[in-house]
């Protein structure tokens, strides 16, 4: 039995042995002739190749200033920041009336206006204020027909159910023509108390607010939907700004703005945006900004000039940073009504959106954009070039051409082509670009390199 199983062993560490062989022999074979492999190889000369002349490429960028050379520029450098920086928005306008608040004193019945108890505009009314004082034949039919309607529901002798039935719709026919007049309530009782008709209607304000138009005359004949005055609601205003083109990117409806007026230095009002035109006017290079504000003690008056100031943060993604609306619900129609969950607008009635949908970002420090002092980056046309100083190396600087986003304050962010930490001059960077002209090296004035300002040294 032993021998048996040792006999098996000799014979299987053979096979194994001849395994062994053939497979190293085939994978050595395999990596010789692999074409994979072998293109690798090439392409890792090609890389070396281009790495050589990227930073030839970048070493034209670069230029050496001495200690005392950085010392006479006034060289002063400083770290690339990633933060949230605000951008102060400045947009001029007018006060105006909020178009949603007025109301129209129109003659819902044919008749002449024999006394228009307002007589001049400017004039503020309360809601219930009689206005007008119309004579109208017509009207007085129609009370007449209300008379009758009631002389017939009151007669007691009549015990047939229809007829009573019949007499009920038919004044209370008579009463809804009269309402849809303009008469009110207790306008249309007092006639049926008084029981008699009158050839005269008073027309009462239907809110409170300013006479900002009177559009009749005194003894005026009128027809239906002839307009008496024009009443507006000064508790909101509206104040209509302009905002640079260039500023929009900035603006956001539902932000806050800062009203400050001429007539009252010093004081701050406050409003939402509730309407940005889509549409740029050409001739002036401006789009037409719109803000809601509250105006209780109706100091804000129609006509006034205003500024209108928004203080806005961007994030990296350039999206506008506004804590107070940040995962909030907002109207799409009045942005003063802002929510903490999904639900309706308390004033229309529609559906409320995410504050995110209409271009706010969450604040988070990760989400600040890169951004550097104005004074960084040199700009011609639609170029910019910073100068950053080479890490490990206090003498040697790189011109580096970047992409800017906005302009926020005294700062720009930075799109691309810098990151977090590292040094830029922030003063003397003209110095250094016109000693790059001088060694006829790229330049911000110069991109090419060579050509004018070059001087050969030797
Ligand atoms: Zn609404």
Not at 304 to 318: D, E, K, L, N, T
Request: hydrophobic share 40%; proline share 5%; net charge positive.
């Amino acid at each position: 039995m032993k021998k048996y199983i040792q006999k098996i062993r000799e014979k299987y560490s053979v096979f194994l042995i001849l395994i062994l062989l053939v497979t190293s022999f085939s994978f050595g074979y395999f990596i010789k002739k692999s074409p994979v492999t072998e293109k690798a190889v090439e392409h890792e000369t090609h890389l070396s190749d281009a790495h050589k002349g990227h930073s030839a490429m970048k070493h034209a960028r670069h230029i050496t200033l001495s200690d005392t050379a950085q010392k006479l520029a006034s060289i002063q450098v400083m770290p690339v920041e990633r933060k949230f920086v605000t951008a102060e928005i400045s947009m001029f306008g007018k006060i105006d009336y909020d178009e949603t608040k007025l109301a129209y004193i129109t003659a819902r019945v044919p008749g002449r206006l024999d006394r228009l108890y307002v007589d001049y505009t400017g004039i503020s009314v309360r809601k219930g204020d009689h206005l007008v004082y119309l004579y109208s034949p017509e009207l007085l039919t129609a009370q007449e027909e209300l008379i009758q309607a009631l002389k017939r529901v009151r007669t007691k002798n009549n015990d047939r159910k229809y007829v009573q039935k019949d007499s009920f719709s038919i004044l209370e026919a008579v009463r809804e023509k009269l309402r849809l007049w303009g008469l009110t309530e207790s306008q249309i009782k007092q006639i049926e108390k008084k029981n008699k008709p009158s050839d005269h209607i008073t027309i009462y304000a239907p809110i409170s607010g300013t006479v900002i138009h009177k559009n009749a005359m005194e003894g005026m004949y009128v027809n239906t939907g002839t307009q008496i005055y024009t009443i507006a609601d000064l508790n909101r205003v509206w104040v209509k700004l302009e905002a640079y083109e260039s500023d929009i990117t900035w603006i956001r409806y539902g932000q806050k703005v800062e009203i400050r007026t001429e007539t009252y230095p010093g004081e701050r009002f406050e409003g939402r945006i509730s309407f940005i035109d889509p549409i740029l006017n050409q001739k002036t290079r401006t789009v037409a900004v719109r803000v809601n504000v509250e105006n209780r003690d109706g100091r804000l008056k129609p006509g006034m000039f205003v500024r209108g100031i928004v203080y806005s943060r961007m994030s990296a993604g350039g999206k506008v940073v506004e804590p107070d609306l940040a995962g909030k619900w907002i109207s799409p129609m009045h942005p003063e009504i802002i929510k903490d969950r999904p639900g309706k607008c308390d004033i229309c009635g529609m559906p409320l959106v995410q504050a995110e949908m209409l271009g706010y970002a969450v604040a988070e420090p990760k989400d600040a954009p890169i951004v550097i002092p104005a004074t960084v980056p040199l700009i011609t046309g639609k170029r910019a070039v910073v100068y950053v100083r080479i890490p490990d190396n206090s003498t040697m600087f790189e011109g580096r051409e970047v992409v800017l986003g906005p302009r926020a304050g005294n700062y720009y962010i930075v799109l691309k082509g810098l990151h977090e930490g590292e040094l830029v001059v922030v003063n003397g960077n003209f110095k250094i670009d016109s000693a790059m002209q001088i060694e006829a090296k790229p330049s911000m004035m110069n991109p090419e390199g060579g050509g004018m300002g070059a001087v050969h040294k030797h």
